[in-house]
């Protein structure tokens, strides 16, 4: 089982990301909360890892702490939700807002995010709000950007809006949504923007519906 990553940030393509290791790069993917709390490209990261091995395939996801591992850890146990359920879950939605609808048995938000029908909301209210007690301790992350969470200063350009858009499919977003999504966060942010911020933005205007 690999539990844990240290290493160089050499590659970001949301949602997936690759870590080089002493020379050896491992391909991780992770939910947007992850994403957007990244340092940037050729800084040492650690990550919370889960190995998943199926017949067709093996797969490592990362978190960048304790706290959403176990949240992943425990939506994937729940009924009917697999990792890429899960980590669309945690990318539409923080943790802290994840047990919000847990305490307030809020079906209706979780529905917006793509995959999720009302009776696997409703299962996983049943299935996890018992364990909020788990969720809710703090867990420091082994790194956080200090000021701002997003470097501010990339420069837009087609790519950056391709790569979000390709982003949302990938978390199951049909792609006209995903594009009429990203076109709207261009448009209220303008130009001069990360692909994470036009991720992040997109993501809160469709999961608030």
Do not use: W
């Amino acid at each position: 089982m690999i539990g844990r990553l240290k290493g160089e940030l050499i590659e970001k393509q949301p949602p997936h990301l690759l870590l080089d290791l002493h020379g050896v790069g491992y391909e991780v993917e992770a939910s947007m909360n992850t994403f957007f709390r990244l340092p940037d490209i050729g800084q040492v990261v650690v990550l919370h890892t889960h190995f998943v091995v199926r017949e067709d395939a093996q797969l490592l996801y990362g978190f960048i702490d304790k706290k959403e591992r176990s949240l992943f850890r425990s939506l994937i146990k729940a009924n009917g939700v697999g990792p890429k359920m899960a980590i669309s879950i945690l990318s539409g939605m923080t943790t802290e807002e994840f047990i919000g609808c847990l305490q307030r048995e809020d079906a209706a938000a979780l529905t917006r995010i793509p995959g999720v029908g009302k009776k696997t909301a409703e299962r996983l209210i049943v299935e996890l709000k018992d364990k909020l007690k788990t969720f809710q301790q703090d867990e420091p992350a082994d790194f956080q950007l200090t000021g701002t969470d997003l470097p501010n200063q990339a420069q837009h350009s087609a790519g950056c809006r391709e790569e979000a858009e390709s982003a949302l499919v990938a978390l199951g977003y049909k792609p006209v949504h995903a594009t009429k999504a990203v076109v709207q966060a261009e448009q209220q942010l303008g130009m001069n923007v990360s692909t994470e911020e036009l991720i992040r933005l997109a993501l809160k205007s469709m999961i608030s519906g």
